[in-house]
């Protein structure tokens, strides 16, 4: 008993399962890496690991916040439509007020009223997230269109899009934003009682409520941040590509979800870290760039990334085995 | 809680109303609104338009009763459609090409079942997995291009009509009266209960589980198959995003047929009202002439309405 | 005399990585008897049965059916020799009406291949329903029914394989007294058809009123076979535990009740309960007694604001609260819920996560989460409660029902809790563990603390509790002080005259 | 049950809040999707003919984007409807052939508009040529960057008719001029931040690049902003004479455009579409003239679509 007490004294209180994934998803980055240098020598150049980076920036932010909703066991799937939404309503802002702040408070605060609403389906109206966010995801995409009726928005003030094209130190902007919201995300994830609460919503959500947790409120919580990452997420966007139009934000869901899954995060909740996400969102981006790099016909890219899920969450399930 | 007999088998008591009080709704509003709604041409355009979504929605309620879900089921009819074109338009038989369709579904179907069952990877990635894999392997065959040049023989098993009723309805119909007696009155549709509701029971029965679930997806491919026929046959031509998406429409189809993901608790009868709910609103909306951003709203607050009144009766 | 055994096995051994889980045990049944087999929780009861049954393989050993050496592989070779078991945990499919579930994987097939005969499974249910008295209709989905109608379908479900072996494990752990007796009498139905019934129970009680035979599991071997007139409960407990334990755990002391902690007053809810009127003061432990069904389980959950209340008012410490779990945990009350598994643990966490669940806010009020003060505080419970784990990182769900139940209440100690509501804190826990959580509740009341007991047991809340209300279908209807503290009393108000 | 009611009513609300029909002479328009500022030019354009020629247009744009059945189930269900005349821009220009033929079978007279189907009668077609657009404005680039250096293509949707032809006349103009090299030629999907991060990636293994050919506007932004992102310098031309890519080519950043007008296209085919209903004589096919827009001509082009006069037939076809 002395000793075990002893030897867990430093140790987290996380399962040593998860530090088992971590270590394969990073093996897994290394291997890809390692192929990606020997067929491409531009690969390795540090703009091009720079590039790489900025880019995943985008699929990590969306993906970080939807990572606290699928450690409760929910699911997300408005937060496409939501970026679209929030990017449209920062960019007229941005335009009608030429203030870049009031734009940006816009977007994030879109994003988080959204990710409320939501939060508000699942909890009190107690719609299954997967459906409850579908529906959402419809609204949204709708209002979008309406708001936008085809126009595109753009050009906006060089200050803002530092954000996304900008570089300091020789590192691009978005890649700071990524590694800030790196940090905040796993800090409240395993740092905070937030934190510990949402990891004991997944794991069992009668026994947090039977235990004093405020089960309706942290999801309410937790769908808002999803929502205000993916309103970030679009700010971001802006400031890449200087303009809005009602598709911006098609087809980022499933790579979001995607992410996540390559990170470790398990569907039935409870399980799971913000660092995996980032890996996962990594993996995915790496295989766009080698691809493109390499020239592979496109076609093979829905392909290929979905090969990659299914490996990294293969590798998973072996893992648990392994660690229990 | 009636208990009277079989029905409350049939039935989760819960959720009966929330779809048919929308359908209903709708029905009664557009057929006031709008005169062209409630004629019969209609009503049979509206029916054929809602069978390949239902041969959709008909797996994917028996795979959502197994505590599964099948994400790739639209990107599989897609890749079963193309290769029925290129099939037909090689060989130019009709049933080689059908069987190669209902090939493809089968492989799709077995490997779902397989990865799923035996390595034990969550439904809901595996099936994201083969959709993107299904999805590739359609652009791969077709560069992007729609594989047209396919022999009138297939478009007749869309635009036909039997005794006045379109082929597309007949085969829906037979497919729903399959669907229902396999999970009501066979083996096999008593062991899908089982296995969303308790794996372990089937268990002790002896049965096994892989198999069972092997089994249910690979029902959801050869489903996808079919689908693929009718959709070759409607677009007269085989097209790499003809079916992207439908997955989720399908499920929420099934969602506001008031089936739910846990224990086993499926009705499929909602399925097809919930199938044809989403058919009349989209075809009540354009009747109506209303803009397509509106039509856009008006499908998630379909989806969430249905889904509130459920949670509404299911609260007393 | 010499009387061929129906069934027998013989030397059966069986181990898992680390651990004996069988060491040469030998075991026989005869047609028509009650065999208790006793132990406590790891002794090797479920594994000799899961044995029987073909879930698990023996390492050694042989079986004997009717002095025929057999051998059993799978569950479908025992079935062959009509060995049938009722697991604790039912394996019944709630959206299948009861036919379906009684005949599942042995459907009659119709005509048309893989097609059901569902009239012929109906006729056929109804008749074996009628067979053990279970006057329900076939057809009505099993979601819909009671645990103890379920065990009765569990029951049925057997006898239809023709079982002529019948294993309960702890079957009335979850029924009223009523629905016990209904059980006994069929079980005594059963004697006389001539099947053999093998009982695991935990109740002495039920072990001396039932069994014709008793056999007694301790680490793995089989300690001793009697019969009930040759023994005593006390020896039985000593011999399942290896030492003499007083089975009716007496309280050294008590402390005077202090001031008023809980007041309760004309509490209705729609989960079944109306006008309940009780006080609890410091330092004393109440009991809340009555049938299962009774609503006692409603009445905690409403006071500690886990279910709506219609009317009437809940004070803490004087001041008013209900309708949050959040401010309850807060101002200091406590649930240790029926249902460690599903509402008590986190399962799948460790039991350092578990143990710091309810003690969050107070232990770290800034809002941040230290690793390193939740191991300690989660140690220091650890060692007070003596709470047997390897490391604190250990799932939960390893531990043993005993020290799973002393993580739940480890759970609010962090919480600094001083009113706790204990559901059946007994339920499935061994008699030497149960002697440990009273010694628990105990220790709580001379700390100051105040204990809301709810418990099936009228026994356990005879000899532990200060005072007790009785309650009968949602209503109060009695309540006995110290001294008027008997199980007479408790039965006679408790069941309907 | 209060809840209900309140459901109820919301999604009453939300349905039968469309527009009713008006008198008089209607007609459906078919484009592709909601988000393409071109498709909103083009439903632009017939809605200022339709004012100008005293008729109602309905606009019918699938809510999932570029979608066929879709397109087929809003065909099916408008030939209920029974509208005067549609104008129609096929998803895909294969796949809807079954639904302009069901058109024809129920005696709707329609006008093809933009991608030309691959069959089925129409009244006529108009459009401009996607393959000499492209040539004329990929000739522009070419000669800008001199006749010689290292060149990138952007290719639109993979299989898409428009995308294909542009491509094609990028790639015949680049045979004109062989001291020029093609470096790469990728798919970006129509879109911005696709031809953003794919044009980030070629930069990466491609140290000089001179021009960028992007089969659209919105391609031609994000390969802009990529090089921008990079501090790197390269000519980019796009097609669409979109309101963005005028400003862009006035402010330098745009070497030109070509003008795939869809606001005249728009105009011109409600404009047959009409005197076709009036028994007039239509011309079987209408070819807008492929115009490169650049800093020599973009001035008419910075009106917004919404306050130009539609161009007459005879106006179109005479120049």
Known sequence: ?324 | MSTRGFSLAVLPVARVPGVAIVLVVLCAGFGVTSPGFATPANIANILTQSTILLLLALPMTVIIMTEGLDLSIGAVLTFASIVLAVTVIATGSPTLAFLAALGVGLCFGLGNGVLIAVFDIPPFITTLGTLGIAQGLSLLVTDGQSVVGIPRSIEQIYSGTAAGIPFPIIIAALAYFITHALLYHTRFGTYVFALGGNREALRVAGISVRGMLIRVYVFGGLMAGFAALLMTARLNSAHPTAGIGMEFDAIAAVAVGGTSFERGNGWLLGTLLGVIAVGVLRNGLNLLAVPSSVQVACIGALVIVALFIDGMRAER | MTVVPLFELRGISKEFPGVKALDDVSFEIRAGEVHMLVGENGAGKSTLMKILCGAYRADRGSFFNNGEPVTIHDSTAARKFGIAVIFQDFTLVPYLDIAQNIFLGREFSSRLPGFIDRRRIHAEAKRVLDMIGFDIDPRMPVHGLGVAQQQMVEIAKALSQDARILVMDEPTAALSDRETELLFAMIARLKKNGVAIIYISHRLSEVFALGDRITVLRDGRNIASLLPAETTPDQLVTLMVGRPVDTTYTRPSRPTPGAVVLDVKNLSGPSGFSDINLTVRAGEIVGLSGLVGSGRTEVARAIFGADRVTAGEIRLFGEPIGGSTEISALRGMALIPENRKTQGLALARSVGDNIVLAGLRKLFPSGFFFPGRAMKAARAIIEKLRIATPTLRRPVATLSGGNQQKVVVGKWLNADARFYIFDEPTRGIDVGAKAEIFRLLDGLVHNGAAILMISSEQIEIVHICDRAYVMRSGRIVGELAHHELTEANIVRLGIHQ | MKYLAISVTAVLTALFSGPAFADGETIAVFTKNQTNPYFQAVRVGTETAAKALGVKVIQYVPTKPDSIPEQLSQVEDVIVKKPNAIVFIPVDYKALVPAVEKINAAGIPVTNITDRSAGGNFVAFVGADDYSIGLSVARRLLKAIGGKGNVIILEGVKGSLTSTNRVRGFNDAMKENPDVKLLASQPANFQRLNALQVMENLMQSFPSIDGVLAANDPMAVGAIEALEGANRKALVIGINGSKEAVELIKSGKLLASGDFNGFIQGCIGTEIAVRNLHKQPTPKEVMLKPIVIDKTNFTPYEMPVEQRACPTLEQIVSN
């Open chain 1, 1 to 324: 008993m002395n000793t075990a007490a002893r030897t867990d004294v430093r140790s987290r209180f996380t399962l040593s399962r998860d530090v088992m994934q971590a270590f394969y998803r990073l093996l897994g980055v290394v291997l890809l890496c390692a192929m990606l240098a020997t067929l491409s020598d531009v690969f390795l150049t540090t703009n091009n690991i720079l590039n790489v980076l900025r880019q995943s920036a985008l699929l990590f932010l969306m993906a970080s916040g939807l990572t606290l909703v699928i450690l409760t066991a929910g699911l997300d799937l408005s937060i496409g439509a939501n970026v679209a939404l929030s990017a449209c309503l920062a960019a007229s802002v941005i335009k009608i007020t030429g203030s870049p702040l009031l734009g940006m408070a816009t977007g994030i605060g879109c994003g988080a009223v959204i990710g409320l609403a939501n939060g508000i389906l699942v909890t009190a109206l107690r719609i299954p997230s997967f459906i409850a966010t579908y529906g959402m995801m419809w609204m949204l995409t709708g209002v979008t269109y309406y708001y936008m009726a085809g126009e595109t928005i753009h050009g906006f003030p060089p200050e803002f899009r530092q954000l996304g094209s900008g570089y300091l130190l020789g590192v691009p902007m978005p890649v700071y934003v990524m590694v800030l919201f790196l940090l905040i995300g796993g800090l409240f994830a395993q740092r905070t009682v937030w934190g510990q609460q949402i990891y004991a919503i997944g794991a069992n959500p009668v026994t947090a409520r039977l235990s004093g947790v405020p089960v309706e409120r942290r999801l309410v919580l937790v769908y808002a941040v999803s929502g205000a990452m993916a309103g970030l997420a679009s700010l971001i966007i802006l400031a890449r590509i200087n303009s809005a139009q009602g598709d911006i934000g098609e087809d980022l869901t499933l790579p979001a979800i995607a992410a996540v899954l390559v990170g470790g995060t398990s569907l039935f909740g409870g399980s799971g870290t913000v660092a995996g996400t980032l890996i996962g969102a990594l993996i995915l981006t790496l295989v766009l760039n080698g691809m493109n790099l390499l020239q592979i016909n496109s076609s093979w890219q829905p392909l290929v990334t979905g090969v990659i899920v299914l490996l990294a969450v293969w590798i998973d399930t072996r893992a648990r085995r392994i660690g229990e």
